[in-house]
């Protein structure tokens, strides 16, 4: 019974036990469940973070794909060299324009073109993957200064980068609204009396103002191609091609026909322009003419003469040539200065040329003078014959004559209402360093940096109101009837017609730190420090900027 007991007993333990193995087993196998549940979970957050870091290292490498970082530079001379340098970022969808941007904001400077390796001008409005511009690329920002053109009536403002702004009277050439899409990257333009001539970058040319006077060249588009150089008459343009041709085009009796000379307009490297016609220098000394007769346009007379030619210079309707020997050969209108024969045995070792609009003065090896054309206006100096030696330099008005002497003094001669005669401001008249003319008038600026004037008192012949502000003048600009001259503070002071801008009242607060003047007929513009431009004089013709102010601030 004991063992029975015993047995019992044991068997009760053994099952008992086999319980307690029972729950530890389903305790261990939940812990085991709950560890597994949590590795899971941990792999779970492993993987979702090795899938972020996958993802962030995708999206990093297609943004590196996306983005570039380009090295740019811009260099200056200016009494010296110095290079400043940027790294900037850029995407490859951006446009060229946003890197352009980026790179004045970050050099501190004004428009310019962003230029390649291999010196290709990268246009503004493509895309950055589009100009080909690659990781670590080193690009160059060319900067020009702002440069100024005018007609008669209104301004052409070629910006840093290229790009064009007009103003002024329409049928002037003030409004190039009309090409204005196809301006861009211009490197240099040319005004005629009535309109303007663009050249690009890649060397075509885009024209605007009055169609009839050399505003309309779709009839000679196709071959305007490699344009090296642009002349102009008053009413007509011409181009040299890259091949010494040449293209016209304008007003047809007036200079814009060249057909019948076509031929012989081979190796042509400069041309000059009368009122209505084109005289072209080869390169084998000869010379090739077109357009009014009468202002120069037939040469006939004199083309066995014209060989050797050095230079070229032209009065209204009239052209004078001067040979290697020293000779001069002239011909056109023969009251404009066409008829040298007067005075052709006195022609000789002539080293430059001047001309009003009616006659010409040579300087000769020995500093003397020769004149001829029309006499009152300029053609006769027997008067002041004599005073005239040792001549440096000689300025013209329309009809009127002002030489500058080795010893600084000034000689005149001509319609003495239009600056021919300085008799009044002679004994002021010393030390003179350089001379500029209205239509009617002259200024002289001497060597103490102070003006002295005489012509016509009303196209700026008489300084007298504001003489007193007169001092430490660096430069002199004239309209057609009025004087500008920058003083050393950059401030601007006028005088003459206010009509032609002899009044700057109302734009004196703007004129600060101003760097040039350029003139048309009847306005003048100044550029300044910061490169924007103040105008004044006729409103409609060039003196108000207002209209495209917004534009040339957005553009600087």
Known sequence: MNASTATDTHAGTLQVLSAQEEREKTLAAKKEIQRRDARIVELKQEHAEESRQRLKDRTMLFNRLRELEVGLEWGVTRGGWGVWAATLKVGLEDQVATLKRRAQ???????????????????????VKKAKVQHGDSLTLHINRVRLQASCGAFAALLGDGAIVTWGDAGKGGDSSAVQNQLKNAQHIQASHHAFAGILGDGTVITWGDAGKGGDSDAVQDQLKNVQQIQACHFAFAVVLGDGSVV?????????????????????????ASFGAFAALRGDGSVVTWGHAGDGGESNAVQDQLKSVQQIQASHQAFAAILDDGSVVTWGSAQHGGD?????????????????????AAILMDGSVVTWGDAPHGGDSSVVQHQLKNVQQ?????FAFAAVLGDGSVVTWGEAGDGGDSSAAQDQLKEVQHIQATHAAFAAILGDDSIVTWGSASKGGDSSAVQGQLKNVRQIQASAGAFAAIVADGSVVTWGDELYGGDNSAVRHQLKNVQQIHASLYAFAAILGDES??????????????AVQNQMKEAL
């Open 105 to 127: 904001t970050a050099l501190e400077v004004g428009r310019g073109r962003l230029v390649d390796s291999s010196g290709s001008v990268l246009h503004a409005y493509t895309t």
């Open 248 to 272: 016209t085009w304008g007003d047809a009796e007036l200079g814009g026909d060249s057909s019948a000379v076509r031929d012989q307009l081979r190796n042509v490297q400069q041309i000059q």
């Open 340 to 360: 040298s024969s007067g005075v052709q045995g006195q022609l000789k070792n002539v080293e430059q040329i001047q001309a009003n609009l009616s006659a010409f």
């Open 394 to 398: 000689i300025q013209a008005s329309d």
């Open 533 to 546: 431009i103040v105008a004044w004089g006729h409103a409609e013709w060039g003196g108000d900027i207002g």
